[in-house]
Nanobody, 115 residues
Framework: QVRLVESGGGLVQPGGSLRISCAVS????????MAWYRQAPGKERELVAR???????NYADSVRGRFTISRDNAENTVNLQMNSLKSEDTAVYYC?????????WGKGTLVTVSS
């Protein structure tokens, strides 16, 4: 069983920055693909960023150059640094991993970008 707990969401002004984190209950951050997804009101959940076991990363076109995904294996966390935030980044952000063929999701953290 894997538990993912997101934190760090909140209200930020357009152009601002925010860092959200995902605490993982099992020491898998260094071995498995970890990812951040988001779901905006009225929209489908979409992939934001992904990092694999050798730290290769992938980003959605809409966030590339503004967001950075990273892992801290000592702390067993996966982080998402979000810069130059836009109103369209407003969403619930979910941490995700696939472990032994099963999908695991956190409950999400809300990020609101508004003046």
């Amino acid at each position: 069983q894997v538990r993912l707990v997101e934190s760090g969401g909140g209200l930020v002004q357009p152009g601002g920055s925010l860092r959200i984190s995902c605490a993982v209950s099992t020491r898998i951050t260094s071995s498995y693909v970890m990812a951040w997804y988001r779901q905006a009101p009225g929209k489908e959940r979409e992939l934001v960023a992904r990092i694999n076991s050798v730290d290769n990363t992938n980003y959605a076109d809409s966030v590339r150059g503004r967001f950075t995904i990273s892992r801290d294996n000592a702390e067993n966390t996966v982080n998402l640094q979000m810069n130059s935030l836009k109103s369209e980044d407003t969403a619930v952000y979910y941490c995700y991993t696939r472990f032994y063929g099963m999908d695991y999701w956190g409950k999400g953290t809300l990020v609101t970008v508004s003046s």
